[in-house]
């Protein structure tokens, strides 16, 4: 059994191209009939986030969700533990990497080709259907434009500015939670392990700020003038509900700037739960017209679905560079989670 991640309580708070087939789905892919009535959720995205789109998919299915939430290294973690004998059908996390590390394990059955193949190639697998992404965000640094006028210092461009003494205490991130997580893993992928510790040792030593809980307490924290930088994804900016009053505005990092990851959700069943055509049926919901609609609406992430209008007040998808790589990749987390915590980052 392959030991994914370090122990869970450094975890507490993890909180494009063509050739797609692109079905634009009018009607929900819940229409089809399920013989299976119920089917199990392991789930690391918040309640908050993900809880309306299942009562959605409850109510046109008639399926019922039994629903597990934690976060996606936690539920990982346990998926790992439980192997062949979970009782999950279905697992979808916050990124790839969590669920990439299920495949690697071999705990994955396949999704069908065609739900797979409704998202944009780069939100799905290079081999295989063991997984699909479901929606996509973006690594962005956020910042105050007063207090970096104040400070007569220039906007950031990309997260390797941001070691110089010219932010020095200046800058927030959060590094329990599994998107900031996920972008050390691409930076080590993408710029090599060396890079990437050297980055966070020199963020650590210009006096970045570790101390937020989660995302939004840094978006809030910029707001306020307590900091004048912090590095998050775009929806968390993008769905405050005061949005047009904030004192926040956002860099999407260009190139190849590991700063500008963008990463995806993603659903994969396991081996039973690819016997259980309720897990199927969910797991095309969340592809279908009404899935990838909502989560543009309500969550302001991006859809995987090429025929889904993009968000409105942030650059188009297909505009936004950072590394290019198979997501999949992201599964070394367990290594990422190891540099964090050697380097005091957590725990």
């Not at 909502?294 to 942030?314: C, I, K, M, R």
Request: aromatic share 6%; glycine share 10%; proline share 5%.
């Amino acid at each position: 059994m392959l030991a994914l991640l370090v122990p869970l309580a450094l975890l507490v708070g993890c909180g494009g191209d063509e050739g797609s087939s692109n079905k634009d789905t009018t009607k929900p892919a819940t229409e089809n009939t399920t013989e299976a009535k119920s089917f199990v959720l392991y789930t690391g995205r918040d309640e908050e986030l993900i809880g309306p789109i299942i009562a959605a998919f409850e109510k046109e299915s008639g399926v019922k969700v039994d629903v597990r939430y934690g976060n996606s290294a936690e539920m990982a973690a346990q998926l790992l533990e439980e192997g062949d004998s979970t009782p999950a059908d279905a697992f979808l996390s916050q990124e790839v990497g969590a669920i990439g590390a299920l495949a690697d394990a071999d705990l994955l059955g396949d999704l069908p080709a065609a739900t797979v193949e409704r998202a944009e190639v780069r939100f799905r697998p290079v081999e295989g259907t063991k997984w699909v992404g479901v929606t996509a965000r973006s690594r962005v640094i956020a910042y105050n434009p007063e207090m970096l006028e104040t400070a007569g210092v220039p906007v950031p461009t990309g997260v390797e500015d941001l070691t110089d003494p010219t932010y020095e205490g200046m800058v927030a991130m959060v590094p329990t939670n599994a998107s900031f997580q996920a972008f050390i893993t691409a930076f080590r992928i993408t710029k090599g392990e060396e890079a990437a510790k050297a980055w966070l040792e020199a963020m650590i030593a210009n006096g970045t700020n570790t101390t937020f809980e989660n995302n939004g307490d840094v978006l809030e924290a910029v707001n306020s003038g307590d900091v004048a930088i912090g590095l998050i994804n775009h929806y968390y900016w993008a769905r405050h509900e005061n949005r047009d009053q904030l004192d926040v505005k956002l860099v999407f990092p260009a190139g190849d700037d590991p700063g500008g990851l963008v990463n995806a959700t993603a659903i994969g069943v396991t081996k039973s739960g690819a016997e259980n055509s309720a897990a199927l049926a969910f797991a095309e919901f969340l592809l279908s017209k009404q899935g990838q609609e909502h989560f543009v609406n309500e969550t302001w992430e991006y859809p995987v679905v090429a025929s889904v209008a993009d968000p409105t007040g942030v650059p188009p998808l297909s505009d936004l560079e950072g590394p290019r790589f198979d997501l999949a990749d992201l599964s070394s987390l367990e290594q990422t989670q190891a540099l964090l915590g050697e380097l005091g980052l957590l725990g």
